[in-house]
């Protein structure tokens, strides 16, 4: 980060946006000046990378040498794991049973399962027993519950990999869950011990690790790793030609909420 990006970013994006609040805070936005009227009357009309770099200080930033250091990323700490269980984790679950993530089965097949299945076998107590309107005794499980569980799943829904609960409340949407990783990738990067021939040569190595590629790919149970057909080459190169044009989400708020 640079007083020049601070500066740039204070013009293109923040104080527009400021602007755009007020607007939105007041019943007769016709009575307030212009954006270009407000910022001569705040002295803002032109906001240079030396008064950035003065905000900058005031805020406690100093412009520092880079020194080695490492990173904990806290996914253990002890307020980061009470969240978790007591937040995150209900949520998650909470959007499962609206998630195709279930299989239904009569009472009598699946104890034939429980007799019949091993390597695992199937574990007891952890349905969710209930009687349809045709006095049915039937078992609801989670697909995780058994690898065989996929067989079961009705024709319908077999694309998605699981059934829709029969607890899903009526009014409740479906849930597709979605997840979202990357990875980076060095140009050169070699082992601390190479081959060398008799006389003690060896390859040359690189000073620098040189260019980093990056991958990043979404993943969801219907869809598998990276949306398979779904994205083409087509749309994959308009994704990157959007983003090299800097253009705007289509969702401003999805794409915040995300990040």
Not at 94 to 103: G, P, S
Request: net charge negative; proline share 4%.
């Amino acid at each position: 980060m640079s007083s020049e990006s601070v500066a740039a970013e204070i013009r293109q994006t923040i104080l527009p946006k400021c602007y755009e609040d007020l607007l939105g805070e007041t019943d007769d936005p016709g009575g307030l000046p212009t954006y270009n009227e407000l910022l001569q009357m705040l002295d803002l009309k032109w906001v240079c990378p030396n008064t950035a770099w003065r905000w900058l200080q005031l805020m406690g930033y100093k412009y520092d040498e880079n020194r080695r250091c490492y990173y904990t990323d806290g996914h253990e700490r002890e307020d980061v794991l009470i969240d978790c269980n007591n937040r995150s984790l209900v949520e998650y679950f909470k959007l499962e049973r609206q998630a195709h993530r279930w299989v239904q089965l009569t009472e009598e097949k699946a104890r034939e399962l429980e007799e019949t299945l091993s390597k695992p076998s199937l574990q007891k107590n952890v349905s969710y027993n209930y009687t349809t309107a045709a006095d049915v005794q039937m078992r609801e499980y989670h697909l995780d519950t058994h690898k065989t569980f996929g067989d079961f799943v009705s024709a319908n829904n077999k694309q998605f990999g699981g059934d829709l609960s029969v607890r899903l409340r009526a009014g409740e949407c479906p849930v597709l869950l979605v997840g979202q990783d990357e990875s980076t990738f060095h140009q050169f990067i070699f082992s601390k011990k190479q081959c060398k021939g008799p006389n003690g040569k060896s390859f040359l190595m690189p000073k620098s690790e040189g260019e980093i590629y990056m991958a990043s790919g979404f993943v969801a149970w219907a869809l598998g790793l990276g949306l398979i057909s779904r994205l083409t080459p087509a749309i994959h190169n308009e994704i990157n030609e959007s983003h090299r044009r800097n253009e705007p989400y289509v969702s401003m708020g999805d794409a915040e909420l995300v990040n």
